[in-house]
């Protein structure tokens, strides 16, 4: 018979070696032996998790810490146990414990430092994540994981460095390479990234959250075929069926399909997926946006409501004690319209405020500081404030936010994009007056004065070329200005350039012409930007937030569009039932903006 040394030492070179299943034999058969092993207990209940279960490890190496609570392994090992569990704040502690016994624990270090960066200190987790890298120099997860902390904090040079020298130490490491991947990806340096990443499935093939990376990669490419391709390799990979790589690749096929306009097989593939993970409410999202594009709104807006995940729920506390608006009687009642994503639709869906008005509530209406002046004077909006990023907190009367007013009190409150599902917005009833917005007056007689003075051509066209740059997809729905060259050409007319941005970089390579006039520099908010409008005979631009403003204000609007727009274009219309003063110009297939420019210089000489 074996004694308590002999299984322990045969369960430890079992463990060492990788045969968890041998380990975990031995281990039981000791702790049938000494049921108070406290290192038998720990390292059972590590390989547990190890073996995917967590949840059985977690009352084991618990145990084992109320035998042995001065050993910093076992604190390490229970944070990494709480960690895969989902658990990040006592991963956290469990972590400082370890390193409150043992400084030096470079295995807690390292941990810490991925803990703190799921909890989102990416401070915290590159200090603790260089504390362990300079314990173990060169060590690549180290170098991985400090290169991700580095990229949430901003640090993409130095995230990319630290990337490159951990794929040096272990060259076609999945980790590694998806660290460089992402670093590339962040600084939109998207080929290569892409390179990079079919480099590591040469060395290591059949991985599948290369696939899937090479696939989200092709996708904001636009390189949509092969996004299909990547998220079908992922798919041959051979995962568990329903498991979350399974899933992963049929939600990617489902996102390639609906980028090339596929829409029922783009449905299938998101069907396909949330049959596996019904719970999943990115999958419903996307499903829905995949039903809006179609024009089957009544039927998209549930689904597109799984945006309003707890994450946004958390972001919003002021609104957590008041119920959601959904469209009952709400007459004599306050109601809290509150922006959530961007300025351009903020403009969009503030069109229903009106409407709720009407029905008696007394609305208030929280937008982004940019948008305040402009929307203070929109009649059916009782107050607008300005949003912030501070925190805010559930209050009986007003509530009080740090450094702000404090939002009024309250009964009901309604993000602004789930106004259509609470009026049960169908394609026929999407209310699109010619104008729901106006130009301050004198502001607008001011710039039309300024527009007169500068126009050299009896046609005057405002031209917006490019959106904001952080927008995943900005850089496949703004043609840039040196496209746009034959539009430019156009004689008879006047463009005055309404750009803000980063876009106003390419500024830099227009030949000088007196019939294009500046006025980025001159403008401070919206209420300026809508005050030129008023003045011009027609807007062209990309789809980004001045486009929906020219729409409210009802000016003549012509849009440039991406072959995959949002969905709320639609697909294949050349108007829009938003916005009735809009003509839509699309690319004919992805990256085709040279034809969307033709066909609107052409467009533009047919009015003269």
Sequence with gaps: ???????????????QAGDLAGAVRCYRELLTQAPEHAGALHLLGTALAQQGDPAGGLGLIERALALDGRNPAIHSNLGNVLLALGRVGPAVAAYRQALALAPDHADALLNL??????????RGAVASLGQALARRPGHAPALCALAEALLATGALAAAEDHARRALARAPGRPEATLALANALRRQRRFEEAAAVVEAALAVHPGQPVLYSTLGQLRLVQGRFAQAVAGFRSL????????????????????????????????????????AFAPDDQGLRWNESLVTLTRGELAAGWAGFDARLNEREARARPETADRPPWRGEPISGRTLF????????????????????????????????????????????????????AAPAAPATGSVSRKGVAPVPAFDHHCPLLSLPRAFGTTLATIPAPLAYLAAEPERAGRWRARLTASAVAPRKVGLIWAGNPEMWDDHLRSPGLAVLAPVLAVPGVHFFCLQLGPGRRDLAALPGSACFTDLGAEITDFADTAAIMDGLDLVISSCTAPAHLAGALGRPLWLMLAFAPDWRWFRDRTDSPWYPSARLFRQPRPGAWPEVAAAIARALEDLN
């Design 1 to 15: 018979m074996s004694t308590n040394a002999d299984l322990w030492r045969e369960a430890v070179d079992l463990h």
């Design 113 to 122: 430092g991925v803990a703190l960066l799921r909890a989102g200190d990416g």
């Design 235 to 274: 798919l041959a990979a051979g995962p568990r069926e329903g498991g979350a790589d399974h899933v992963q690749g049929l939600a990617g096929l489902g996102n390639a399909m609906a980028a090339l306009g596929r829409l029922d097989e783009a449905a299938a593939f998101f069907r396909q997926a949330r």
């Design 337 to 388: 319209l509150h922006a959530e994503q961007g300025l351009g639709d903020t403009l969009q869906f503030i069109r229903y405020a009106p409407l709720a008005h009407a029905l008696g509530a007394r609305v208030i209406a929280e937008v982004q500081p940019p948008l305040v002046c402009l929307l203070s004077g929109m009649a059916g909006i009782d107050r607008v404030i300005a949003q912030t």
